[in-house]
């Protein structure tokens, strides 16, 4: 499959690749009408073919390449084309793995021409070293120029290949889980199978459902809904009474979908984090605080657009700078470039951020209050591991999530989202949807998203094998020169490195767990009870209760 196969790196090819060795019989070979007519012919017609795709005022545009380069491998796709393609599908993605492999053919082609005419430019250069006749030498000069004019049109071709082969690759999805349905397919697990025992998702034979977010499987609910004797209120209903929440005065300051929390609301935000942090950093993460600003590029290493249509994203005017939509990019940014020893693996980081998004397209009801807004705080998980360890540090991120919202007192259902569902770096995504009852619906209150070696390509994160690495060095102190062993003129030879496979989780996005809190968590006099176990972090209050005012 693509994106578990090794790099296929696609360097530029160097001048002093394999190609004509410098032997008479070469020589001679070389200077035959046949190599004659192949140095005339065949880059004077690459020439003519790199020019046709110029633009029509007949100057040779540089064709734009993308912003970064991705360490696809292009070679399994181009293997693998046609599962590629079905996957695209299953996604809804626009991206065209039949042009992708098209375009890699066609850049292995332009590169073993542009190798070819290299070593014949390297053997031309050193048939001009002997002693020669000035015809002899002025016919070398001559072949020299046609070498010369003919690889500059190779390279030019190659160059723009590269750009073209980049931009389309770029816009793949990762692929998908193949049994990412569960243990059980559109079953509910009760919520006494959870208790005492991690949440295990399990592995089955089953097919990942294709189709939008209804055909999700359900894999487990936790909790049971609250029943009311009374009429139930929304949060912003409640958040009016109790004055928590302030629309009015956040959309006349900053615009609709803004808002103030106030009061109790305001020390919830920050028992929630605080919480929340607590917990993930005894689970092993080390906590971080995120910029809020990142560079363009790095959203993009994300499998982020923040300049397309309908973008969820703020750019920053005469900029290469925007807002972040989740501390996920500034997290995957820490990683970004670096070869980590396997020791290190897995790096588990938490961070609590500012989330900005335009929440382009989102109306209705479905979108009221603080469910969608256009800012608001989280603390996210990221984790970079080997491919051998992501299966398993995803169950034990959702086996995290579950035993927050488990706390809370919440009921909620888990998901396996469905293929219309996941993002271009998912390659297997959970949900965690929450009953809201002043709502009347579910609503998703985190994710967690295993995106294997999608990001790490295009953050160009890797790691070095401890098992190689050891044997290398097993290999060096007994002066081996194989494989593993000493590099010519001294020196340990250097391990290969692999990418690294990403996760992402929501440990808390502090809106909708204030709405599923006020919402569940109201009683019949108006007043809101605090979850237990955020109480040492709210000064011990218990109740959230009307204010008084003064007569």
């Known amino acids: 499959m693509l994106l578990r196969c090794p790099l296929l790196s696609l360097r530029l090819p160097s001048a002093g690749r394999a190609g004509l060795r410098a032997t008479p019989s070469v020589l001679q070979w070389w200077s035959s009408s046949h190599a004659r007519s192949f140095v005339a012919a065949r880059p004077a017609a690459a020439a003519v073919e790199v020019a046709e795709q110029a633009s029509t005022s007949g100057q040779q545009q540089p064709v734009e390449g993308p912003a970064y380069r991705a360490y696809i491998d292009f070679k399994s796709l181009r293997d693998n084309v046609e599962a590629v393609a079905a996957n695209c599908r299953n996604r809804l993605s626009k991206a065209d793995p039949h042009l992708v492999a098209r375009l890699y ?13 290299r070593a014949a430019r390297n053997e031309n250069s050193g048939a001009m070293k ?8 002025a016919a070398l000069i001559e072949r020299g120029k046609q070498i010369k004019e003919g690889l500059e049109g190779l390279e030019a071709r190659l160059e723009a290949l590269e750009a073209e082969l980049q931009r389309e690759g770029q816009r793949l999805p990762n692929m998908t889980h193949p049994g990412a349905c569960g243990r059980r397919h559109g079953s509910r697990v009760a919520s006494d199978e959870l208790a005492g025992a991690p949440f295990s998702t399990g592995q089955s034979q089953c097919h990942v459902p294709i189709g939008g977010e209804e055909a999700s499987a359900v894999l487990a609910t936790v909790g049971q809904r609250p029943a009311f004797d009374f009429p139930v209120k929304d949060h912003l209903q409640l958040g009016e009474e109790l004055d928590l929440i302030d629309f009015e005065t956040g959309g006349v300051v900053s615009g609709a979908k803004f808002y103030y929390l106030r009061n109790e609301a305001a020390l919830l935000e920050l028992a929630l984090v605080n919480w929340t942090m607590q ?4 689970a092993g993460f080390t906590p971080i605080i995120t910029p809020d600003l990142v560079r363009e590029s790095v959203f993009e290493k994300c499998g982020f657009q923040p300049r397309a249509d309908n973008t969820q994203i703020y750019s920053v005017q005469d900029s290469a700078m925007c807002l972040t939509g989740t501390a996920e990019i500034p997290l995957g940014g820490v990683a970004m470039d670096r070869i980590l020893a396997e020791a290190q693996l897995p790096l588990r980081m938490a961070a609590f951020g ?9 109306a209705g009801s479905a979108s009221k209050g603080l469910y969608r807004v256009h800012q608001f705080s989280k ?32 009921h909620f259902k888990v998901l396996d989202m469905a293929s219309h569902d996941l993002g271009a770096p998912a390659y297997r995504k959970y949900d965690i949807e929450a009953w809201m009852p002043g709502m009347e619906r579910y609503g998703e209150i985190s994710s967690a998203s295993n995106c294997t070696d999608y990001q790490s390509r295009r953050l160009n994160i890797r790691y070095r094998p401890a098992a190689d690495e050891a044997a290398a060095e097993a290999a060096a102190a007994a002066g081996g020169n194989g494989k593993g062993g000493k590099k010519k003129g001294g020196g340990a030879r250097k391990v290969p490195t692999q990418f690294a496979h990403t996760l992402n989780a929501t440990a808390c996005a502090v809106p909708r767990m204030i709405v599923a809190i006020l919402e569940n968590y109201q009683q019949a006099d108006g007043t809101v009870l605090i979850p237990e176990v955020l109480r040492p972090f709210m000064m011990g209050m218990e109740v959230i209760r009307p204010k008084k005012v003064a007569a």
């Open 105 to 117: 053919e066609e850049y292995v082609g332009a590169q073993q021409e542009t190798d070819k005419l």
């Open 130 to 137: 002997g002693k020669l006749d000035p015809e002899q030498r």
């Open 279 to 282: 917990r993930v950093v005894a």
């Open 354 to 362: 500012h989330c900005f998004r335009t929440e382009a397209g989102a």
């Open 379 to 410: 603390v996210e998980m990221f984790v970079v591991c080997t491919p051998e360890q992501s299966d398993a540090v995803h169950q034990q991120l959702l086996d995290l999530e579950v035993g927050l919202f488990s706390d809370l007192g919440l």
